[in-house]
C-alpha cells in the first residue's frame, strides 16, 4: 500500500531510503530534486 503512505506523506519514499541507510536516498525522487538536494545537504552533526 505505497499510495496511502504517499497520500498521507509526500516525503515517504525519502525518508524510507533514509530509514533504510540507502547509499544516495536523495535519488529516490526525480533528477532535479535529488540533484539540489544532495548539491545543498544541510550538514548533520
Known amino acids: 500500500m505505497v499510495g496511502r503512505a ?3 506523506n509526500p516525503n515517504w519514499a525519502y525518508q524510507a531510503a533514509l530509514a533504510l541507510d540507502k ?4 535519488w529516490v525522487l ?11 545537504r544541510v550538514s548533520e552533526g
Open 30 to 40: 526525480p533528477a532535479p530534486y535529488a540533484h539540489w538536494l544532495e548539491r545543498y
Open 6 to 8: 504517499h497520500l498521507k
Open 23 to 26: 547509499r544516495e536516498p536523495s
